[in-house]
């Protein structure tokens, strides 16, 4: 009997809506105030001007183009990131899951939130072995960027928007049934990203998840570093709550929605974003800082002090390289993510080469970055990626190819919000127009000839 109800679960699995009450009522409150805040903004002028592009920004990357609408959370130059109502600084001591229920609800959850929310991940956890046995018969030094955006590619076809999709569903009901694929990846996104850990690093044994701990302290104990403690999960509580989303044209988040607009589901859409994620002028920056740390300490030692760094940043420059970790597309001033680990830095870690070296740099680099080349750095302060290694390093992960992993773990939480809001909200396939080197030409003839 009791294998018979097994097996009516199992064939149901994957076509019915589990219950996750809280969260389902808040976001569809939200949708709701979001419908009306849009309508009133169409009644108020459908064809105001928002932006003007120049020819420059078309050929720059459309940087500054104001183009699109995000309402998971905001990036103001000079005070940073913004989720909902609340500032960075504000957020610092929350849980992720706490972040996720924010990022799609415009509202931090209440008391009971937490505990229902981790009965639900319990009850969703579990990578599927076939997505193993293809991690583990990848080239060993496959990057495990690769492994993140492959593992959960790999487990598309279990996609509940997909089957749903088949069988024919509302347009109204499409991000019920995205955000039942967002809730069954990140339930399953601490123990594929620690697997990669064991599998590429360790001896590939991997751990068993604890159904009583918060995802960012399962995620701890799963990447089984010695004597890692309590303070680990802090730091790691910490880092997938700063990583979490920052709106909407980040290259990560851009490309998530990009390709779950063409309705392609949350796991095609995850790794895509996992995909732009890799990059070290995006998310790979990461690693790339720890990198440069190392190299200095490699170059001058331990007691390196700020000449040194000063000169190592100036050879860096003078080989045409960027610094990482410094410069930012939109932020105009320190990253408060980056003071929220610089502040975990100073109570845990002052001790710690890599630390101090990464406060030297902080010391040296924007002077540097201010005038380099007539200042041609929009941004010469520290963003989100300057610190967070030297961290990382000082527990005993020093495998920097696999930080950006990490930032991924976080980053999902947005990809999944962003996506779950804009299909509530009925938002279209996203196609700009593009032209040719030979219209803009011949649109700038046009302007001087009518001028
Ligand atoms: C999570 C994140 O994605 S945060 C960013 C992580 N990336 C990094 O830290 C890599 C280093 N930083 C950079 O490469 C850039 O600052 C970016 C990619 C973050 C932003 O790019 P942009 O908005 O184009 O920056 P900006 O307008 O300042 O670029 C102007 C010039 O300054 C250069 N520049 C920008 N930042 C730096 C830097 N940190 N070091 C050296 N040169 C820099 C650019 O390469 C560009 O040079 P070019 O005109 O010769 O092509
Ligand atoms: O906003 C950006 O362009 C880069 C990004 O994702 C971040 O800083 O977290």
Request: charged share 20%; glycine share 8%.
């Amino acid at each position: 009997m009791q294998q018979c109800i097994l097996l009516v679960g199992f064939c149901c699995y994957g076509l019915k809506l589990l219950d996750m009450s809280i969260l389902r009522n808040e976001i569809k409150n939200n949708l709701t105030q979001l419908k009306d805040e849009i309508d009133q903004i169409f009644a108020g002028g459908r064809d105001t001007v928002l932006s003007e592009v120049t020819v420059g920004q078309v050929y720059g990357g459309m940087r500054g183009l104001t183009a699109l609408v995000c309402n998971t959370s905001f990036v103001d130059p000079y005070s940073g990131l913004h989720v909902g109502k609340y500032t960075v600084e504000e957020l610092a001591d929350r849980f992720p899951e706490e972040i996720f229920f924010l990022l799609c609800t415009g509202k931090l959850p209440g008391l009971d939130f937490l505990s229902e929310f981790r009965n639900e991940l319990n009850e969703r956890a579990g990578v599927p072995q076939y997505t193993w046995d293809m991690l583990r018969v990848l080239p060993e030094d496959t990057h495990p960027m690769s492994m993140l955006s492959l593992g959960i590619l790999s487990m598309e076809q279990e996609s509940v928007f997909k089957k749903n999709y088949l069988k024919g569903i509302a347009k109204a009901d499409y991000w019920k049934y995205t955000l039942e694929d967002a809730l069954n990846v990140i339930a399953k996104l601490p123990e594929l990203a620690a697997g990669i850990y064991r599998i590429r690093f360790c001896d590939g044994k991997l751990i068993e998840r604890d159904p009583e701990l918060d995802w960012a302290a399962n995620l701890a104990l799963m990447l089984g570093l010695p004597d890692s403690g309590n303070e680990f999960a802090n730091l790691m509580r910490l880092y997938l709550v700063l990583h979490c989303d920052h709106e909407g044209g980040n290259v990560s988040a851009f490309t998530s929605r990009v390709v779950n607009s063409a309705l392609s589901d949350l796991y095609y859409a995850i790794s895509a974003g996992l995909n732009g994620l890799a990059g070290p002028l995006h998310g790979l920056a990461n690693q790339e800082c720890l990198r440069f740390i190392l190299a200095i300490k490699e170059k001058y030692g331990d007691d390196v002090d700020e000449s040194q760094v000063k000169q190592f940043v100036l050879d860096t420059l003078d080989g045409g390289k960027v610094i990482p970790g410094y410069g930012h597309a939109v932020l105009r001033v320190t990253d408060p993510r980056f003071k929220e680990f610089m502040n975990f830095g100073k109570q845990h870690c002052s001790d710690d080469v890599c630390y101090q070296i990464a406060n030297k740099l902080f010391h040296v680099v924007p002077d540097i970055l201010k005038t380099y080349k007539g200042g041609k750095v929009a941004n010469p302060w520290p963003n989100v990626d300057a610190a967070s290694g030297s961290l990382l390093y000082k527990y005993g992960l020093n495998q920097f190819d696999y930080y950006t992993v990490l930032f991924g773990v976080s980053r999902v939480l947005g990809f999944c919000a962003q996506n779950v809001l804009a299909q509530g909200l009925g938002q279209p396939i996203i196609r700009p127009k593009s032209v040719t080197n030979k219209w803009v030409a011949e649109k700038l003839m046009e302007n001087k000839v009518n001028s």
